[in-house]
């Protein structure tokens, strides 16, 4: 058995999709009798110790600007709520704008008080291994930093669920100018670790001559969350006068937005008085006033719920019966609850407006989804989707949708971690 520490951002209880990525790992991990702990942000007040499904869960206090963001994500109805969300973005901006020669770093400290506690952690605990997820940044160096210093004795993996230097277009630099510096930061990591597992997405933007060095060490793995995370496939029946639709993920303005879906919803409900269509979204980022706004006038039929635990936005997966996803417009980056949304077998309605959209691979090999280009005539795709709703669902398994999506699974991951250690040690 081995001690294995993860260093992430937000793990438990309201993680973001790093954290639910790497609880599938962890899971998959301790089923390989291996006693794992994680590190992650928390609050100050918070206990710095919890065990959860079995996990030692360790925390770093989070910067201020976090939670200054969920505060006004989740009162962005109130002008104390609005005032405050834009009071972190300020902040946020402001902090990397005095930090732009070391972009994307925010914080000295927040890298320094993951350093200091994943010392610590291993002074008490001994680890065989450590793996930092990126994001966050903070966590990624801190954990090189350490590696640095046990050298051999301390195997680092890194795990770039998202990518430092593969980002494209920005609001305020060029994809050149973000690659450049990416790639900079990846020099510097790379060097120390034992193995660099990158999604599948970005596997050609890392065959460039830049990563030959790293080559030996570098595996390309894909989003682990195809797992049999809910009991049930099918939840609508012909007598429901309500389909549920569920939008989980986050939102923000200029690479993937709400407005569009929630256009469909209206739409849909003019002159329906057979069947109603009702969208929750479980969402974060910068567009909730955006969903705030529509859910005034939608009579009940756009509902936003914002930040909550994961176990809840399962147990809305679990009874929706349309399950809806939106494609990012400048990133080659896979929105990771599409591969969830496909684990159950469920309807699910993806739109997109890249014609290079990164979900559409997959989702191509996945019976129950309809692809809705947004760019085409509004009414046409109004009617492709009345008519999916309504049509019937094609049953499938999910041993038969696993077969398509193994790369996707935990164990795929979890492989390829033990090959490149077992080869490390040969």
């Known amino acids: 058995m081995e001690k294995i520490l993860c260093i992430t951002d937000f793990y438990y209880p309201k993680p973001l999709a790093n954290g639910i990525c790497l609880e599938q790992i962890v899971e998959e991990l301790k089923s390989r009798n291996n006693e794992v702990h994680v590190l992650c942000l928390g609050e100050k007040k918070a206990q710095k110790k919890i065990v959860h499904n079995g996990v030692k869960i360790y925390f770093v206090n989070k910067r201020i600007f976090y939670s200054l963001l969920e505060y006004g994500e989740e009162n962005i109805e109130a002008i104390k709520g609005k005032i405050i969300y834009n009071l972190a973005l300020l902040i946020n901006r402001t902090s990397k704008l005095l930090l732009l020669p070391f972009y994307p770093m925010a914080s000295f400290i927040s890298i320094y008080s993951y350093y200091k506690k994943i010392k610590l952690l291993h002074a008490e605990n001994n680890y065989d291994l450590m793996i930092s997820t990126y994001c966050p940044f903070d966590g990624l160096i801190a954990g090189a930093l350490v590696k640095k210093k046990y050298g051999e004795k301390l195997k680092y993996g890194i795990y770039l669920l998202d990518t430092l230097s593969n980002v494209g277009n920005s609001k305020w630099f060029s994809a050149k100018w973000m690659e450049k510096k990416g790639v900079k930061w990846e020099k510097r990591v790379f060097s120390y670790a034992d193995f660099i597992l990158y999604m599948r997405t970005h596997y050609i933007h890392h065959q460039k001559k830049v990563y030959e060095p790293y080559r030996k060490k570098m595996r390309v793995v894909d989003t682990p969350l195809f797992s049999r995370i809910l009991t049930s496939q099918n939840s609508l029946k012909a007598e429901n006068r309500v389909y549920k639709w569920i939008y989980a993920g986050a939102f923000y303005a200029g690479r993937r937005e709400p407005n569009y879906v929630c256009k469909v919803i209206t739409e849909l409900n003019k002159n329906n008085n057979i069947k109603k269509n009702i969208i929750h979204f479980y969402s974060r980022g910068d567009c909730e006033e955006t969903i705030s706004n529509y859910q005034k006038n ?90 999916f709703i309504n049509q019937q669902i094609i049953n499938v398994t999910y041993e038969e949708i696993e077969k398509i999506f193994f790369e996707n699974t935990p164990s795929y991951t979890v492989n390829k971690i033990e090959e490149i250690i077992r080869l490390e040690e040969e």
């Open 298 to 387: 939608a009579q009940g039929t756009i509902v936003r719920h914002g930040y909550v635990d994961h176990s809840e936005v399962y147990n809305a997966i679990e009874k929706a019966d349309v399950l809806v996803s939106v494609g990012n417009t400048n990133t080659e980056m896979v929105p990771s609850k599409i591969f969830e949304y496909m684990s159950t077998g469920k309807k699910m309605i993806h739109f997109y407006e890249a014609d290079g959209d990164s979900c559409i691979p997959y989702l191509q090999n996945y019976p129950n989804v309809i692809l809705v280009d947004v760019k085409k005539d509004f009414q046409i795709n109004i009617n492709i989707i009345n008519d």
